[in-house]
């Protein structure tokens, strides 16, 4: 049983489909609740008809109900801090799984409810199935094909029972359920439409809080959020990083004679060349204007710093193609440690920034390593 969600879900990225799943997993107190009427229901109707069916079904769904709602505490108790689908879909599995048993049982339910002759029992047992689906429909919409399939398990035992019947209100009551199916089933997609835009919404409201409009990197103050956060693990498990802060050489001149359009069309080609040249766990931010800060996010030895910057200084020196003429920027990169420098993250960042302005003023195009402290010295 994989992850199903109707339509517009099959292009969602991981962490909509990660935040669905955990919506459906947070149902516990609607499991709760189904699973205790239900089963004081299937009570009621086997002591009202004292068959050994009735008795059957009241014990099934007691256990179902018990089951069901024991998986959503051992969820609540072994969930991950950073779930992924992985971790999510066993869970999902058994919670579909019990849901969908449930449901057939209360279909079977109003099925021998609607045979046996009693219209009190049998329009008992309707309330039951209609209860089911409204519930299922509110707040399981966001994997939607598991209320429309629990619907239909539940409602197509009952129809044919409700048809077979032979008073006329009990057969109106089939034909009305024959009816709800589709107005079921476009609440349901509605439902679903309406989560999934605000968990589009809510993601989207988010990137553009962490990212640079133009370039796509991250911003200032994302960079400096994670920047503090690998300060503090510097410091928690004695692990260290590597911040270098980048200022492009002759960018102004750029500006000034083809323009900002121009100007925009070189910063987006240095940021997917900073993408290029630099590994996938690297946070690559645009600090501000033309300057931009990488974040090492493990301790590189000086060699391969150098090689890296070599590298970075390499592949924004290539000329920029533009739709008029080539042009072509430099760099100038500072480099803080945080064996030297990560008291905090302001610190490490003002540090890397000095080195590079040190880098400038010997006439750019070049690296510039921060002064070490006497401690660094020694580590180095």
């Known amino acids: 049983m994989g992850l199903r969600i109707a339509g517009r879900a099959a292009g969602l990225s991981n962490d909509i489909k990660v935040e669905l799943l955990q919506n ?30 009735d008795l059957a079904i009241a014990i099934a769904l007691a256990a179902i109900g018990l089951c069901r709602v024991t998986v959503l505490l051992l969820y609540r108790r072994h969930r991950c801090a950073a779930p992924t689908l992985a971790s999510l879909r066993p869970w999902y599995r058994w919670h579909a799984g019990g849901l969908l048993a449930q449901a057939t049982t209360i279909g079977v339910q109003s ?46 035992p009952t129809i044919y029972g409700a048809l077979l ?25 509605h ?21 640079d409009g133009l370039t796509g990197l991250a911003n200032r103050t994302y960079f400096h959020e994670q920047l503090t956060l ?5 410091e ?38 900073l993408r290029s040249a630099t590994d996938a766990d690297h946070l690559i931010s645009r600090i501000g204007g033309d300057e931009f800060a ?53 610190e490490i960042l003002i540090a890397a920034d000095q080195a590079m302005y040190a880098a400038k003023r010997s006439g750019g195009a070049g690296r510039r390593d921060a002064p070490a402290d006497e401690a660094y010295a020694k580590v180095a």
């Not at 690998?230 to 510097?234: L, P, R, T, Y």
């Not at 498990?237 to 960018?251: E, M, P, Q, T, W």
Request: charged share 15%.
């Open 294 to 346: 990488i974040l090492l996010r493990t301790a590189l030895h000086g060699r391969a710093v150098k090689t890296l910057a070599d590298r970075l200084t390499a592949a924004i020196a290539t000329p920029i193609r533009l739709q008029t003429r080539d042009v072509t920027v430099g760099v100038s990169i500072g480099v803080a440690h945080s064996s030297a420098h990560a008291t905090t993250a302001s």
């Open 165 to 189: 019947n032979p008073e006329l209100p009990i057969k109106l009551a089939g034909l009305f359920l024959i009816v709800f199916i589709p107005v079921m089933l476009e609440a349901t997609l």
């Open 230 to 234: 690998a300060c503090e693990q510097s």
């Open 111 to 156: 099925l021998v409810a609607f045979n046996a002759g009693d219209t009190a029992a049998a329009l008992l047992a309707l309330g039951f199935v209609l209860a089911f689906c409204a519930g299922a429909t509110a707040r399981l919409s966001v994997t939607p094909w598991i209320p429309i399939a629990t619907t239909l398990v539940m409602f197509v």
């Open 236 to 273: 928690s498990v004695k692990s260290g990083f590597v911040v270098l802060y980048l200022d492009l050489d002759g960018f102004k001149a750029v500006n000034d004679q083809l323009g900002h359009a121009a100007g925009d069309c070189v910063l987006i080609a240095i940021a997917q060349r």
């Open 24 to 53: 459906l997993l947070s149902s516990l107190p609607q499991a709760v609740g189904i699973s205790l009427t239900s089963s004081v229901g299937a009570v009621v109707l086997a002591c009202r008809s004292g068959t050994t069916v």
């Open 191 to 211: 439902l679903h439409r309406l989560v999934v835009d605000r968990l589009i919404a809510v993601q989207e409201a988010s990137y553009r809080a962490r990212h």
